[in-house]
């Protein structure tokens, strides 16, 4: 069951926040359900759930995204911690093309983003130990694996100052800029 589903800035993206039932032993919540997403207006068919870790407040992950056949619709959530979570449109022919949404997903705030197929994402961890989970709709492709540089002053991004130095994979780092990205999102 869903509490609240709130476009954000750009078409498609969404926060979701599931309903949490809760009493002194703690709380029960339905973070996913087939049903709850189609009585919202989604149909996705998820194939497969990520974990990731990150130890340290600062880490940059992304903005990732994959290839045609296996572009991929996503539903992110935080089940420790908190990031920044970010959405960038990267279809070509979309008037929202280069442009970004943004929000903070916590454990604390129990929310989640929904974000379709031909928008890149990453997040930065805004405190140590976070563990941030999503499902997809389709399977990891090695081969069709792609990145968009965090730093494109084309797309400019407003990421949060966190007190330290980004740490960034060697992927991130050298990851192309948007315009010189494979994009190939209708």
Same mark, same amino acid.
């Given at each position: ?39 919202? +207006?989604?149909?996705? &068919?998820?194939?497969? #759930?990520?974990?990731?870790? $990150? %130890?340290?407040? @600062?880490?940059?992950? /992304? ?17 420790? +911690?908190?990031?920044? &979570?970010?959405?960038? #449109?990267?279809?070509?022919? $979309? %008037?929202?093309? @280069?442009?970004?949404? /943004? ?38 492709? /090695? ?44």
């Amino acid at each position: 069951m869903l509490d609240d589903v709130r476009p954000l800035a750009l078409e498609g993206i969404y926060e979701l926040r599931p309903a949490r039932i809760g009493d002194e032993r703690g709380f029960f919540s339905e973070v996913w359900s087939r049903e709850a997403m189609a009585a919202a +207006g989604f149909d996705i &068919d998820f194939v497969q #759930d990520n974990h990731s870790f $990150s %130890a340290a407040k @600062g880490v940059l992950r /992304g903005l990732h995204f994959q290839k045609a056949p296996a572009e991929q619709d996503k539903l992110v959530r935080v089940t420790r +911690g908190a990031v920044f &979570d970010v959405a960038v #449109d990267i279809r070509p022919r $979309s %008037a929202t093309f @280069g442009q970004w949404a /943004g929000i903070t997903l916590s454990a604390e705030l129990w929310n989640q983003l929904l974000i379709p197929s031909g928008f890149a994402h990453g997040f930065l961890t805004l405190t140590e130990s976070c563990e941030v989970q999503y499902k997809v709709s389709a399977p990891y492709r /090695g081969d069709l694996d792609r990145a968009v540089r965090y730093d494109d002053p084309a797309i400019g991004i407003d990421w949060p100052d966190v007190g330290v130095a980004y740490q960034l994979s060697a992927k991130d780092r050298d990851a192309p800029l948007l315009g010189d990205a494979e994009t190939d999102f209708s």
